[in-house]
């Protein structure tokens, strides 16, 4: 009895071996008789290897399931870092409000007060266009989606549109994604800025004193500028506005708009405020100024200038943030719908090596019959 149980032992081991022998079965010969010890094609023993082909597939899904939640993780902390950067940007924008509103006030009374003379200004007078200075503003880093790829081709369809009317162009750079791709292609470049996260006004003073150096030298006509409206979250438009000479009219008749981030139910959300003009300042008939109102016009405009040229800045950097936002919004969304397909490829290669290996152990069993 003991040597019988060994028996039946030994045969249930062989039965799941992964070496070169079968099971032993007895198969019927052709005149009824059976004739034992007859290897039979070894099916099950094929299965095993799938078995085991199967069991690594399973353990590859699983590290991909967590390499894909792990880089969700990260895309999810890139947006909420790149929001809390968009209310910093624009806090900075409604810091600098009272001043451009203030500055606006006092040219238009200044503008009123002087009537026609105004128009005698250089950075007033309109010049006969044979060169303009495109001024280009893009980001320094990538992970943005269009953000960078539309100011440049924006910039590039402009700069192609004026050489084609016979207009020299050579161009200001705002931007390390704009300074590489431009020098790559050697196109004329002037001069380079960086633009970081933070806009000050160091900065756009650096730019402003450039572009009017340039211009009240006569080194060009008109210099345009390049930037990225900012429209919403999800929505940013290139934009193009001639930035010198100044208009009178624009200066003192354009108003502005305010975009507040905020949150609500766990979404993010921009709020549009539309500023109205500021009114001019009123200056009594009998005022007496210890400057003549010429030059005060004269001393504004470059602060005016200044005073674009950063928010130009922030409102640009608002828009990358946002561009950020969206496109890592998108990636973790992305990983998200990965993570339901790899999870659904996993339970079912599970489900198959399962079913595989309850096969084997039931041909294992009805081999020993």
């Known amino acids: 009895m003991r040597f019988f149980c060994l028996a039946a032992f030994l045969a249930t081991a062989n039965a799941f071996t992964s070496g070169p022998a079968a099971f032993t079965t007895s198969v019927p010969a052709v005149g009824g008789r059976a004739l034992d010890n007859v290897v039979a094609p070894s099916q099950s023993h094929a299965n095993r290897r799938a078995t085991i082909v199967m069991d690594g597939k399973a353990n590859a899904i ?33 810091a600098t409000r009272p001043f451009s509103e203030t500055l606006q006030s006092v040219f238009g009374g200044l503008i009123a007060r002087l009537g026609g003379e105004a128009m005698d200004l250089p950075l007033l007078t309109q010049r006969e266009v044979k060169k303009v200075t495109l001024t280009v503003v893009t980001g320094d880093r990538g992970l943005c989606g269009g953000y960078n790829s539309f100011m440049i081709k924006k910039a590039e369809a402009r700069y192609k549109e004026l ?12 931007g390390v994604k704009g300074i590489a791709y431009f020098e790559r292609r050697k196109f004329p470049i002037r001069a380079k800025f960086e633009c970081g996260q933070n806009p000050n006004a160091k900065d756009a003073l650096a730019i402003s004193e450039e572009l009017l150096n340039t211009f009240l030298s006569g080194e060009t006509d008109a210099i345009e500028l390049l930037y990225t409206k900012f429209v919403s979250l999800i929505a940013s438009v290139p934009a193009v506005r001639t930035l010198v000479p100044f208009s009178a009219s624009d200066i003192t008749q354009t108003g502005d708009e305010v975009f507040q981030l905020t949150s609500e139910s766990g979404e993010f959300s921009v709020e549009r405020t539309e500023l109205a003009v ?12 210890e400057q003549d109102p010429l030059q005060i016009v004269n001393s504004i405009l470059p602060l005016y200038l200044n005073g674009q040229v950063l928010r130009t800045l922030q409102e640009s950097v608002a828009s990358e943030l946002a561009a950020r936002m969206q496109s890592m919004q998108s990636a973790s969304d992305n990983a998200g719908a990965l993570e339901k397909e ?6 079912r290669a599970r489900q198959a090596a399962v079913t595989q290996e ?8 009805m081999a020993l019959e």
């Open 163 to 174: 050489t084609a009317q016979g207009i020299e162009v050579d161009m200001v750079l705002i």
């Open 342 to 347: 790899l999870s659904l490829q996993y339970n």
């Open 62 to 94: 699983r590290d991909r399931i967590s390499s894909v939640k792990n880089t969700k993780k990260i895309t999810m902390a890139m947006k909420l870092v790149a929001a809390a950067k968009v209310r910093r940007a624009q806090d900075a924008v409604l």
């Open 278 to 289: 500021a009114e001019p300042q009123e200056f009594p008939n009998d005022m007496i100024f």
């Open 358 to 365: 309850l096969l084997e152990i039931v041909a294992g069993a």
